[in-house]
């Protein structure tokens, strides 16, 4: 049986494209979850991500056992920091800030973190992941206190992927941010999918279906919606 890490490799190898829906722990109201559950249980999803930049929410230990008790999909920890642990989950991308230079994004939190997952079952898949600039300040940004790179300079993101491929990443995760005003460029997926073989993840400012088909015609293999998702359930169904 192949991990979740594996499943990803697999799907990519034979262009089955994947879909993960962004749970935001904070924004979650445990009253309406039964409901929520069903509208993902019959969205195309593959993957269920939980997390968020800052999390306040108690709830997320509770969210994650819901979450497993009533759906098949893998649910996978995208954490904001070492707080967001939770052992109950499948999962957990393991990410390095690549874009920004603060030192706790690229290495302190991972190793505050070490130690705890070593006492779960949790899969841990190292993710490098890129900010790119949005046009608008994204929760990302100000949280970890970095600059996303210039939506512009494509050799830098490729460098930067490039170095997170060598440095023994799995999967590289190019973020625009949570309800980023513009979405990663179709152009800037192209490229960095061509120039590195580990599986592209491609997140933040989709918001419609045209946006997915988009990401994914342009070598995607994982895209993540979060917001378009949280305003309305029904997303999926047009
Ligand atoms: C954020 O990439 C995810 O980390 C999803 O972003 O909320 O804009 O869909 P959205």
Redesign the pocket.
Known sequence: ILNIHQQILEAKKSGQKLLAI?LDPDKIVLENLDRLILKINHSPATHI?VG??IVQATILEELITKLKQNTNLPVVI?PGDPSQISPYADAILFLSLLSGRNPDYLIEYQVQAAPILKKTNLEVISTGYILIESGNETA?ARVSKTKPLNRENFDLVLATAQAGEMLGNKLM?L??????KN?VPLEMIRLIAQNIEIPVI??????DLRGIQNAYNAGADLV???????NDTHFFEL
Not at 175 to 180: M, T
Not at 224 to 230: W, Y
């Open positions: 962004l991500f968020g930049s995208f990302v995760y973020e625009a941010g949570s309800g980023a979405a491609v997140g933040g400012g989709i918001t993540v919606i979060g917001t378009a998702f949280e």
